[in-house]
């Protein structure tokens, strides 16, 4: 018999717990954030809404001090039969992050802080492409899926400088 839990549309990654440290191989590769390898953390999921025609990824440190928080990785238009991401994966179509570029930039908490809470956040969405200026935000990427998100699974790890 299957139960609503296994339904449950759900993100989780094989290198770290929900809740827990996220390891410095995803830490930026700043010197003074660690020294990480900066390398997107492997990501799957299951439970997917039907209908889904594409997903959206955000990663956002809400910890952080910049006003909505820091924006460490957008992704879009993923394909709708994608359910991981490698380490270190690079989707098609990611928007420019906090740091200025596109694509995965790790934690980097300032030093003496407590612990950051890094929000990994997929959404799975009925639209196959969204409509885009070139050089989108995350408020572009969010903009544009509103009304058009089917569900959303969040995965929330730590990070904080030794």
């Not at 549309?9 to 770290?16: D, E, G, M």
């Not at 996220?22 to 003074?32: D, F, L």
Request: aromatic share 8%; charged share 10%; with cysteine.
């Amino acid at each position: 018999m299957l139960t609503l839990a296994a339904l449950a549309f759900t993100l989780l990654s094989p290198a770290f717990a929900a809740g827990a440290p996220i390891p410095r191989a995803h830490a930026n590769a700043g010197a003074e954030c660690g020294s990480g390898g900066n390398l997107s953390p492997p990501l799957q999921w299951s439970g997917v809404p039907k209908r889904t025609r594409s997903f959206a990824l955000t990663l956002v440190d809400p910890d952080a001090k910049a006003p909505g928080g820091w924006v460490h990785w957008v992704a879009y238009d993923i394909p709708p039969q994608t359910s991981t991401l490698a380490a270190g994966a690079r989707p098609a179509h990611e928007a420019l992050t906090s740091f200025g570029t596109a694509g995965y930039g790790g934690p980097c908490p300032p030093g003496g802080d407590p612990p950051h809470h890094y929000h990994f956040t997929l959404y799975a969405l009925d639209l196959a492409a969204l409509t885009l200026p070139s050089r989108p935000r995350i408020g572009d990427v969010l903009a544009a899926m509103k009304g058009h998100i089917l569900g959303e699974a969040t995965l929330i790890g730590t990070y904080q400088q030794r």
